[in-house]
Structure formats: structure tokens, C-alpha cells
């Protein structure tokens, strides 16, 4: 049962880090639109981008302290994103992205604590 697990996790750090490339460089042009239209910076955008991808990046890392530190961070940003959805009135659907971001953070950062 532990390995299945284990292999589980594996395979949810590939699903986001393929998804964080996906979002943020290949349909970076969406995400340009969405920040604006939630009124950011594009500074900001970039900085969210940057830290998306690093944090992802450290999910997999061999440093269990990396693992954490990038799954608390995705974790972080998802919360981030969710509340501006909330805030902008978004509807649940397009929130779905975040959410699914989010449940994917904790079921990491719960298995490396």
C-alpha cells in the first residue's frame, strides 16, 4: 500500500509540473490576459510565474526540505489565486484550475511532512 502511494505522489508532482508548464509557457498569452483582467501588474504576473515554476521544480527535488518548501509554496500561490477568484466574482468553474493546483500542493506537502 505505501508503494502505491508513493507512486501516486510521483505521478500528482508530473501532472503539476506539466500543468504549471502547460499554463505558463504555453498558453502564456491566457495568462497574460487573466492578470490583466484581474487589474495586476505585469511584474507581478511574472513573479507569480517565476515562483510557480521553482516551486514545482523543487517537488522533485531528492531534499525532502525542498519537497516541502515547493509544495507549501504552490500551496501558497493556490490560496492566493482561489481568494482573487473569490474576490473578482468568478464563477466555481473557473476556479476549478486553482482548486485542483491546490488539492494536488497538499496531497504533496501532507506526504513529505
Do not use: Q
Not at 526540505?65 to 468553474?93: C, E
Amino acid at each position: 500500500m505505501l508503494i502505491k502511494i508513493e507512486i501516486l505522489i510521483e505521478a500528482l508532482k508530473i501532472v503539476a509540473a506539466v500543468a504549471v508548464f502547460f499554463v505558463w509557457v504555453v498558453r502564456y498569452d491566457n495568462i497574460k490576459k487573466e492578470f490583466e483582467k484581474f487589474g495586476f501588474p505585469s511584474w507581478f504576473r511574472d513573479m507569480i510565474g517565476i515562483l510557480k515554476i521553482s516551486f514545482t521544480f523543487m517537488l522533485h527535488s531528492a531534499n525532502n526540505y525542498t519537497v516541502l518548501l515547493g509544495s507549501f509554496g504552490i500551496v501558497s500561490l493556490m490560496i492566493g489565486a482561489i481568494l482573487t477568484h473569490v474576490k473578482i466574482k468568478n464563477p466555481i468553474t473557473e476556479m476549478f484550475p486553482a482548486i485542483s493546483m491546490l488539492s494536488i500542493g497538499i496531497l504533496i506537502l501532507y506526504s513529505s511532512l
